[in-house]
T-cell receptor
Framework: GAVVSQHPSWVICKSGTSVKIECRSL??????MFWYRQFPKQSLMLMAT?????????EQGVEKDKFLINHASLTLSTLTVTSAHPEDSSFYIC?????????????FGPGTRLTVT | AQSVTQPDIHITVSEGASLELRCNYS??????LFWYVQSPGQGLQLLLK??????LVQGIKGFEAEFKRSQSSFNLRKPSVHWSDAAEYFC????????????FGTGTRLQVTL
Protein backbone atom coordinates (compact mmCIF):
# COMPACT_ATOMS: atom_id res chain seq x y z
CA GLY A 1 0.00 0.00 0.00
CA ALA A 2 0.81 3.76 -0.01
CA VAL A 3 2.13 3.90 -3.56
CA VAL A 4 2.79 7.21 -5.27
CA SER A 5 3.35 7.46 -8.99
CA GLN A 6 4.70 10.24 -11.18
CA HIS A 7 4.25 10.82 -14.85
CA PRO A 8 6.26 11.22 -16.93
CA SER A 9 9.38 9.66 -15.47
CA TRP A 10 11.50 11.78 -17.73
CA VAL A 11 10.84 14.57 -20.19
CA ILE A 12 12.86 16.69 -22.56
CA CYS A 13 11.45 19.99 -23.69
CA LYS A 14 12.60 23.04 -25.55
CA SER A 15 13.30 26.33 -23.83
CA GLY A 16 10.18 28.48 -23.60
CA THR A 17 7.68 25.64 -23.53
CA SER A 18 5.67 24.41 -20.56
CA VAL A 19 5.77 20.98 -19.01
CA LYS A 20 3.24 19.31 -16.74
CA ILE A 21 4.20 16.65 -14.22
CA GLU A 22 1.55 14.51 -12.52
CA CYS A 23 1.72 13.02 -9.05
CA ARG A 24 -0.84 10.40 -8.09
CA SER A 25 -1.54 8.49 -4.90
CA LEU A 26 -2.61 5.11 -6.22
CA UNK A 27 -4.19 3.39 -3.24
CA UNK A 28 -4.96 6.12 -0.77
CA UNK A 29 -6.30 9.62 -0.58
CA UNK A 30 -3.85 12.36 0.14
CA UNK A 31 -5.06 15.68 1.38
CA UNK A 32 -1.53 17.01 1.28
CA MET A 33 1.14 16.52 -1.34
CA PHE A 34 4.60 18.03 -1.48
CA TRP A 35 6.82 18.95 -4.40
CA TYR A 36 10.58 18.77 -4.11
CA ARG A 37 13.40 19.65 -6.43
CA GLN A 38 16.74 17.91 -6.45
CA PHE A 39 19.81 19.07 -8.31
CA PRO A 40 22.48 16.51 -9.21
CA LYS A 41 24.32 15.19 -6.19
CA GLN A 42 22.38 17.49 -3.89
CA SER A 43 19.61 17.17 -1.37
CA LEU A 44 15.89 17.61 -1.83
CA MET A 45 14.58 21.12 -1.52
CA LEU A 46 10.93 21.60 -0.71
CA MET A 47 9.26 23.77 -3.34
CA ALA A 48 5.66 23.85 -2.22
CA THR A 49 2.95 22.22 -0.19
CA UNK A 50 -0.18 21.30 -2.09
CA UNK A 51 -3.51 20.88 -0.33
CA UNK A 52 -6.54 19.51 -2.11
CA UNK A 53 -8.98 22.22 -3.09
CA UNK A 54 -6.84 25.15 -2.04
CA UNK A 55 -3.92 27.17 -3.30
CA UNK A 56 -0.46 25.76 -2.87
CA UNK A 57 1.91 27.21 -0.32
CA UNK A 58 5.28 27.99 -1.83
CA GLU A 59 8.60 28.04 -0.05
CA GLN A 60 10.62 31.21 0.00
CA GLY A 61 12.42 31.82 -3.26
CA VAL A 62 10.15 29.60 -5.37
CA GLU A 63 8.36 31.48 -8.14
CA LYS A 64 4.70 30.57 -7.92
CA ASP A 65 3.97 31.93 -11.37
CA LYS A 66 6.64 29.73 -12.87
CA PHE A 67 5.85 26.56 -10.97
CA LEU A 68 2.09 26.19 -11.09
CA ILE A 69 0.66 23.61 -8.74
CA ASN A 70 -2.85 22.26 -8.91
CA HIS A 71 -4.32 19.74 -6.48
CA ALA A 72 -7.64 19.01 -8.11
CA SER A 73 -8.50 15.81 -6.29
CA LEU A 74 -7.45 13.75 -3.31
CA THR A 75 -5.33 11.53 -5.53
CA LEU A 76 -3.79 13.94 -8.04
CA SER A 77 -1.50 16.94 -7.89
CA THR A 78 0.17 18.51 -10.90
CA LEU A 79 3.23 20.68 -11.25
CA THR A 80 3.51 22.78 -14.40
CA VAL A 81 6.83 24.37 -15.21
CA THR A 82 5.93 27.35 -17.35
CA SER A 83 8.25 28.88 -19.91
CA ALA A 84 10.93 26.42 -19.00
CA HIS A 85 14.60 27.34 -19.26
CA PRO A 86 17.73 25.21 -19.03
CA GLU A 87 18.22 26.21 -15.40
CA ASP A 88 14.90 24.51 -14.62
CA SER A 89 16.43 21.19 -15.57
CA SER A 90 16.28 19.08 -12.46
CA PHE A 91 14.82 16.02 -10.78
CA TYR A 92 11.35 16.75 -9.44
CA ILE A 93 9.94 14.50 -6.72
CA CYS A 94 6.49 14.57 -5.21
CA UNK A 95 5.26 13.01 -2.01
CA UNK A 96 1.86 12.37 -0.54
CA UNK A 97 0.89 12.34 3.09
CA UNK A 98 -1.28 9.67 4.61
CA UNK A 99 -2.28 9.09 8.20
CA UNK A 100 -1.38 5.64 9.50
CA UNK A 101 -2.35 4.76 13.05
CA UNK A 102 -2.91 8.42 13.74
CA UNK A 103 0.48 9.50 12.49
CA UNK A 104 1.04 11.23 9.18
CA UNK A 105 3.76 9.87 6.96
CA UNK A 106 5.06 10.86 3.57
CA UNK A 107 5.42 8.50 0.67
CA PHE A 108 7.53 9.56 -2.25
CA GLY A 109 7.05 9.18 -5.94
CA PRO A 110 9.84 7.86 -8.18
CA GLY A 111 10.64 11.33 -9.51
CA THR A 112 10.58 13.05 -12.89
CA ARG A 113 13.74 14.12 -14.62
CA LEU A 114 13.23 17.29 -16.61
CA THR A 115 15.77 18.38 -19.21
CA VAL A 116 15.27 21.72 -20.91
CA THR A 117 17.26 22.23 -24.08
CA ALA B 1 14.18 26.85 12.02
CA GLN B 2 14.86 23.17 11.84
CA SER B 3 17.98 21.87 10.13
CA VAL B 4 19.79 18.62 9.52
CA THR B 5 23.51 18.07 9.14
CA GLN B 6 25.08 15.02 7.60
CA PRO B 7 28.81 15.55 8.10
CA ASP B 8 29.95 12.82 5.74
CA ILE B 9 29.44 13.51 2.07
CA HIS B 10 30.90 10.23 0.88
CA ILE B 11 31.70 7.00 2.71
CA THR B 12 33.30 3.85 1.35
CA VAL B 13 33.09 0.56 3.19
CA SER B 14 33.94 -3.01 2.31
CA GLU B 15 31.15 -5.50 1.88
CA GLY B 16 30.52 -7.23 5.17
CA ALA B 17 31.88 -4.38 7.23
CA SER B 18 29.79 -2.38 9.65
CA LEU B 19 28.38 1.00 8.77
CA GLU B 20 27.45 4.13 10.65
CA LEU B 21 26.09 7.24 8.95
CA ARG B 22 25.95 10.36 11.05
CA CYS B 23 23.05 12.75 11.36
CA ASN B 24 22.69 15.76 13.62
CA TYR B 25 19.56 17.84 13.82
CA SER B 26 18.46 21.17 15.15
CA UNK B 27 14.89 21.45 16.32
CA UNK B 28 13.15 23.26 19.12
CA UNK B 29 10.95 20.43 20.31
CA UNK B 30 10.83 16.68 20.08
CA UNK B 31 11.56 15.94 16.46
CA UNK B 32 10.20 13.41 14.06
CA LEU B 33 13.29 11.85 12.47
CA PHE B 34 13.63 9.82 9.32
CA TRP B 35 16.21 8.04 7.24
CA TYR B 36 15.61 7.59 3.52
CA VAL B 37 17.61 5.81 0.85
CA GLN B 38 17.76 6.84 -2.78
CA SER B 39 19.19 4.76 -5.60
CA PRO B 40 20.43 6.62 -8.68
CA GLY B 41 17.59 8.20 -10.63
CA GLN B 42 15.00 6.90 -8.19
CA GLY B 43 12.69 8.32 -5.57
CA LEU B 44 13.13 7.94 -1.86
CA GLN B 45 12.45 4.85 0.19
CA LEU B 46 11.84 5.12 3.91
CA LEU B 47 14.30 3.03 5.93
CA LEU B 48 13.08 3.90 9.40
CA LYS B 49 11.60 6.63 11.53
CA UNK B 50 11.52 7.85 15.09
CA UNK B 51 8.52 9.54 16.63
CA UNK B 52 8.69 8.62 20.31
CA UNK B 53 9.35 5.73 22.67
CA UNK B 54 12.29 3.39 22.33
CA UNK B 55 15.25 5.40 21.14
CA LEU B 56 16.67 2.48 19.16
CA VAL B 57 14.54 1.93 16.10
CA GLN B 58 14.69 -0.91 13.66
CA GLY B 59 14.09 -0.44 9.98
CA ILE B 60 14.05 -2.35 6.77
CA LYS B 61 17.02 -4.03 5.13
CA GLY B 62 18.73 -4.62 8.47
CA PHE B 63 19.21 -0.94 9.31
CA GLU B 64 18.77 0.59 12.73
CA ALA B 65 19.14 4.07 14.16
CA GLU B 66 19.50 5.48 17.63
CA PHE B 67 18.00 8.75 18.78
CA LYS B 68 20.22 10.57 21.27
CA ARG B 69 18.59 13.71 22.50
CA SER B 70 21.64 14.86 24.45
CA GLN B 71 23.72 14.80 21.28
CA SER B 72 20.94 15.86 18.89
CA SER B 73 21.85 12.88 16.80
CA PHE B 74 20.09 10.12 14.91
CA ASN B 75 22.83 7.95 13.44
CA LEU B 76 22.07 5.12 11.07
CA ARG B 77 23.82 1.79 11.51
CA LYS B 78 24.07 -1.56 9.86
CA PRO B 79 26.22 -4.40 11.21
CA SER B 80 27.13 -5.91 7.84
CA VAL B 81 26.87 -3.99 4.59
CA HIS B 82 25.88 -5.61 1.32
CA TRP B 83 26.93 -4.39 -2.12
CA SER B 84 23.30 -3.55 -2.85
CA ASP B 85 23.33 -0.98 -0.05
CA ALA B 86 25.35 1.38 -2.23
CA ALA B 87 23.15 4.44 -2.60
CA GLU B 88 22.51 7.94 -1.29
CA TYR B 89 21.19 8.20 2.25
CA PHE B 90 19.24 11.15 3.55
CA CYS B 91 18.38 12.05 7.10
CA UNK B 92 15.32 14.25 7.58
CA UNK B 93 13.50 15.99 10.39
CA UNK B 94 9.79 16.73 10.41
CA UNK B 95 7.36 18.92 12.26
CA UNK B 96 6.26 17.45 15.55
CA UNK B 97 2.64 16.36 15.46
CA UNK B 98 2.35 16.13 11.71
CA UNK B 99 5.60 14.63 10.44
CA UNK B 100 4.69 16.34 7.23
CA UNK B 101 6.97 19.14 6.22
CA UNK B 102 10.42 17.59 6.01
CA UNK B 103 13.82 19.19 6.06
CA PHE B 104 16.51 17.02 4.52
CA GLY B 105 20.20 16.80 5.15
CA THR B 106 22.61 17.04 2.26
CA GLY B 107 22.94 13.29 2.01
CA THR B 108 25.73 10.74 2.34
CA ARG B 109 26.78 8.72 -0.65
CA LEU B 110 27.69 5.17 0.32
CA GLN B 111 30.06 3.20 -1.83
CA VAL B 112 30.57 -0.50 -1.13
CA THR B 113 33.71 -2.24 -2.28
CA LEU B 114 33.79 -5.97 -2.88
Amino acid sequence: GAVVSQHPSWVICKSGTSVKIECRSLDFQATTMFWYRQFPKQSLMLMATSNEGSKATYEQGVEKDKFLINHASLTLSTLTVTSAHPEDSSFYICSATVALAGVKEQYFGPGTRLTVT
Amino acid sequence: AQSVTQPDIHITVSEGASLELRCNYSYGATPYLFWYVQSPGQGLQLLLKYFSGDTLVQGIKGFEAEFKRSQSSFNLRKPSVHWSDAAEYFCAVGDTGTASKLTFGTGTRLQVTL
